[in-house]
């Protein structure tokens, strides 16, 4: 089925460096969204994108609507930023917002 | 920012005990989630509402039941509780803002 496809499954980086992750969908949507989740902990939503690209802090979130591809940067990594990114699709017509997730990507950033 | 909080935090049931999971937001949002988080899947949908007493199935229904009585208020049961249904269970709440949704902190259940 795997309407949502994240890549890599896992990332291992140096502090410092630029991270790229990315997100692949095979349906048409109405949003997209980028989300992290730290061990152990809960989910907390980072982006919700239609079109184009978003910036906040370090972290930039991309959208070619076409090519049905997304990315997720961060820049100048810190060890604080390890942790599971998940993207999500809203499905386009689906009035009653229901997300279909990928299965994640597990980032660990070492000092 | 949307206020949202899951209780119990960590179950710990034995098989065929029927255990209550409650999400409770402080925002007047209409549509509130719950999805299961298993190793190997991405969260899946079990039940979801779109207002007082307006519940549908998701996914990954089976075994699992909804009800909302207040919009404050989305309770997921699990009947008869069994070891496959061991997971982490999340509530979302759909919102207006920036970020569109809202996820609970998580409720870790073990079926033992």
């Known amino acids: 089925k795997n309407e949502v496809e994240q890549s890599p499954q896992n990332l291992t980086a140096q502090e410092g460096e630029f991270i790229t992750i990315n997100c692949s969908y095979s349906?048409?949507?109405?949003?997209l969204h980028w989300l992290q989740q730290h061990p152990g902990g809960g989910i907390v939503s980072l982006f919700m994108?239609?079109?184009g690209k978003k910036k906040h802090g370090r972290l930039i979130a991309t959208i070619n609507i076409q090519e049905k591809h997304s990315s997720l940067h961060i820049t100048a990594s810190h060890p604080r930023d390890s942790a599971v990114y998940i993207c999500?699709?809203?499905?386009?017509?689906?009035?009653?917002?229901?997300?279909?997730f990928g299965k994640g990507t597990k980032l660990s950033v070492k000092p | 920012d949307a206020g949202i909080t899951q209780s119990p935090r960590h179950k710990v049931t034995e098989t065929g005990t029927p255990v209550t999971l409650r999400c409770h937001q402080t925002?007047?949002?209409?549509?509130m989630y719950w999805y299961r988080q298993d190793p190997g899947h991405g969260l899946r949908l079990i039940h979801y509402?779109?207002?007082?007493?307006?519940?549908d199935k998701g996914e990954v229904s089976d075994g699992y039941s909804v009800s909302r009585s207040k919009t404050e208020d989305f309770l997921l049961t699990l009947e008869s509780a069994t070891s496959s249904q061991t997971s982490v269970y999340f509530c979302?709440?759909?919102?207006?803002?920036?970020?569109?949704?809202?996820f609970g902190s998580g409720t870790r259940l073990t079926v033992v």
């Open positions: 979302a709440i759909r919102g207006q803002g920036h970020y569109g949704y809202t």
């Open positions: 349906v048409g949507i109405s949003a």
């Open positions: 994108l239609s079109s």
């Open positions: 999500a699709v809203g499905l386009l017509g689906g009035s009653q917002g229901n997300l279909i």
């Open positions: 925002e007047n949002h209409r549509y």
């Open positions: 509402s779109y207002g007082v007493k307006d519940t």
